[in-house]
């Protein structure tokens, strides 16, 4: 901060470095908070259907986010595949992208695998009077 404020000159590169670093992060957070239940949702079906709606839309919700995060994941890794190849690094440093992309493709593969064991569960859960996954 001295650096930036007081002599007018950020340090070089730094942009880079965090640009990359804070995508990796997120990454990691969105996988914690939403096993965690860090998210704000509403729970209008849950209020209107109760549990006998939620199982069905639980089902469809968890198909759904799979699809996406595998998605995500492979694409990830197409990328992540290319690397300094295809011009993927960063402007200032030339960090090549290839390392962040792997991490990012960990993190949504975690994710996914986390879902599939959560629609596994709601699976043999599926007659039980409370949502396995509910939070309070």
Not at 23 to 49: C, K, P, S, T
Not at 59 to 80: N, Q, T, Y
Not at 95 to 116: E, S
Request: hydrophobic fraction near 50%; proline fraction near 2%; charge should be negative.
């Amino acid at each position: 901060m001295i650096w930036r404020y007081v002599l007018n000159d950020p340090i070089f590169g730094i942009t880079d470095i965090s640009r990359m670093s804070l995508a990796v992060i997120v990454m990691g957070a969105l996988a914690y908070g939403g096993r965690r239940g860090g998210f704000v949702h509403v729970d209008i079906l849950a209020a209107v259907g109760g549990r006998r709606v939620t199982r069905y839309t639980d089902i469809g919700v968890r198909l759904v986010s799979i699809a996406i995060l595998a998605l995500a994941a492979w694409s990830l890794r197409e990328e992540a595949r290319c690397g300094f190849e295809c011009g993927e690094f960063t402007d200032n440093l030339e960090i090549v992208h290839t390392p962040f992309y792997w991490m990012l493709t960990i993190a949504m593969a975690t994710y996914t695998l986390m879902l599939v064991c959560e629609l596994a569960i709601g699976l043999m859960d599926f007659n039980a009077a409370r949502d396995p996954f509910e939070h309070d």
